[in-house]
């Protein structure tokens, strides 16, 4: 079945440590890829997006994403992180079959930063 | 600044009502979508539109249906609503996706069926 998985529910990181969040997704053709962020009580804020090109992509607040095809992958990255990085990410897909028009959420990550 | 406009944060609805969530946005976006999130399952799409009086399933469409007759309104209806329909209901809108990806939020509306 086509779908995007986040097969963290919850990570643990000290601040200042690096993070990886990883995003996988099962669809024939590679579909547009996405990163989002949702603080407590907030709405959703788009960190970073990938459609072509360069597979390793930069977005706000200093995270990074890499599309790798080979392992259907979207990994989220921080060098280091800040305890204001504590929220919950979501990654999203829009695939190709549907005209590039729908917009599906993987299960989020929950990230808890340590002191 | 693009504004997604949920008619209510909060509300209470019995068991069996028909109940009717409305967004509207201000931008003249094509796609709009509808979302139900809930703890642990993420947001999970009910349904969505890409033009007027166009409408798609999402993943979770049953007990729902839609309605856009005009651009910038996308209404959410509970035929009969249930308590598993209790959750947070999230309307966004967006270009398309070719041209503008960013996808823009409604604050949403927390729906509790008794």
């Known amino acids: 079945a086509q779908s995007v998985t986040q097969p963290d529910i919850h990570i643990t990181v000290s601040e200042g440590a690096s993070l990886e969040l990883r995003c996988n997704y099962s669809?024939?053709?590679?579909?547009?890829l996405f990163w989002y962020v949702q603080s407590p009580g907030q709405g959703l804020q788009l960190l970073l997006k990938?459609?072509?090109?360069?597979?390793l992509v930069q977005g706000i607040k200093g995270f990074e994403a890499e599309f790798k095809r080979s392992q259907s992958s979207f990994n989220l990255r921080k060098p280091s992180v800040h305890w204001s990085d504590a929220a919950e990410y979501f990654c999203?897909?829009?695939?190709?079959?549907?005209?590039?028009?729908?917009?599906?959420f993987g299960t989020g990550t929950r990230l808890l930063v340590s002191p | 600044d693009v504004k997604v406009t949920q008619s209510s944060r909060y509300l209470v609805k019995r068991t069996g009502e028909k109940v009717f969530l409305e967004c509207v946005q201000d931008?003249?976006?094509?796609?709009m979508f509808w979302y139900r999130q809930d703890p642990g399952l993420g947001l999970r799409l009910i349904y969505f539109?890409?033009?007027?009086?166009?409408?798609e399933k999402g993943d979770i469409p049953e007990g729902y249906s839609v309605s856009r007759e005009k651009k910038e309104r996308f209404s959410l209806i509970l035929e009969s609503a249930s308590t598993n329909q209790t959750s947070m209901y999230l309307c966004?809108?967006?270009?398309?996706?070719?041209?503008?990806?960013?996808?823009?939020f409604g604050s949403g509306t927390q729906l509790s069926v008794l």
């Open positions: 966004a809108s967006s270009k398309k996706f070719a041209t503008n990806e960013k996808l823009f």
């Open positions: 669809y024939g053709a590679t579909p547009y």
């Open positions: 990938y459609f072509s090109g360069d597979t």
């Open positions: 999203a897909v829009v695939p190709r079959n549907t005209g590039f028009q729908k917009l599906v």
């Open positions: 931008m003249d976006h094509e796609n």
């Open positions: 539109s890409y033009d007027v009086k166009m409408k």
